[in-house]
């Protein structure tokens, strides 16, 4: 098992710009799903990917999206980015959608000036 | 929707210190609950979990149960150490699936 990996650890970009942002789920997990925690909250469901498919997604608008690969690494992609949107951006993988079989990795940081 | 409140931190103790940290929820259908520790740097851990009413769950010393009559599942440990030292997050899923919905967090300090 590798575990969860994240990448990058942090990044600083500007308003307006687009950002993409990766994780690698644990070995034999075919599920990913994504997090956004502001400082000082909790993390916030931003959607779930279940063997390349969206199957749920939270209250966050279009612009941001995600991507899953048959390798079940997955992506999320935010565009014209927005001061708000700074945070710690947490991926966790599971196999199928049991919730203890889910494993969160470190998380990127993103900062937006 | 579904959500969970937790106590406002952070908190500060002493070692050996008892601790409880509140958690309350609201939700539709059937939950379980979770904690959740986040230490510096590192990934969410899961804590423990309770799937059903009255049904306690325990690891590393941290206990909580699930008292759907208060709509309660507040964490305790008898004696902190420093190590012990984190943000912890109450938590809960519907029937055990993913998604999560969490609380805000407390942070937790203890001083030896």
């Known amino acids: 098992e590798t575990g969860v990996t994240q990448s990058p650890t942090h990044l600083i970009k500007t308003r307006g710009q687009q950002v993409t942002l990766r994780c690698s789920s644990q070995s034999g997990h075919n599920t990913v799903s994504w997090y956004q925690q502001a400082l000082g909250q909790g993390p916030q469901f931003i959607f779930q990917y279940y063997r390349e498919e969206e199957n749920g997604r939270g209250n966050f608008p279009p612009r941001f999206s995600g991507l899953q690969f048959p390798n079940y690494s997955s992506e999320l992609n935010v565009n014209a980015l927005e001061l708000d949107d700074s945070a710690l951006y947490l991926c966790?993988?599971?196999?199928?959608?049991?919730?203890?079989?889910?494993?969160f990795g470190p998380g990127t940081r993103l900062l937006v000036l | 929707g579904d959500s969970v409140t937790q106590m406002e931190g952070p908190v500060t103790l002493s070692e050996e210190a008892f601790l409880t940290i509140n958690c309350t929820y609201t939700a539709t259908g059937y939950p379980s609950l979770f904690w959740y520790v986040q230490y510096p740097g590192e990934g969410l851990q899961l804590l423990l979990k309770?799937?059903?009413?009255?049904d306690k769950g325990s690891n590393k010393g941290f206990e909580a149960t699930y008292r759907k009559e208060t709509t309660s599942f507040h964490l305790e440990k008898g004696s902190v150490q420093v190590s012990d030292s984190a943000v912890y997050f109450c938590?809960?899923?519907?029937?055990?699936?993913?998604?999560?919905?969490f609380g805000k967090g407390t942070r937790l300090s203890v001083i030896a």
């Open positions: 966790a993988s599971s196999s199928g959608w049991e919730v203890e079989t889910q494993y």
């Open positions: 938590a809960l899923s519907d029937r055990g699936n993913t998604p999560l919905v």
């Open positions: 309770a799937t059903k009413a009255d």
